[in-house]
């Protein structure tokens, strides 16, 4: 019989996080753009004139780590679900 490939390590990563330099940014809004190679996540604020949005961060992820993150962000949402 074969054996089965190994599956890759889980490494535990330290995360450090400054709240002095890495502010807190409220979204009213997203736009989500998309290529071969990369998923873009754009967060806006509104802005006072109607019809404005000013984004205020962008993240660019692969696919592979774009769909780690959904199926991340769904197991957090749905743990606040009643």
Known sequence: ???KPESPKKQ???FNLDPGKVPVLYADSYLIGSNDH???LNFA???PEPSQQ???A???LTRKQAK???ASLDDH???FEI
Do not use: P
Request: no cysteine; aromatic share 4%.
């Open 1 to 3: 019989m074969a054996d």
């Open 12 to 14: 535990n990563i330290n």
């Open 38 to 40: 990369v998923v873009t």
């Open 45 to 47: 604020q509104a802005l």
């Open 54 to 56: 000013q984004i205020v």
């Open 58 to 60: 962008r993240v660019a």
């Open 68 to 70: 780690a993150f959904l």
């Open 77 to 79: 949402t749905q743990k």
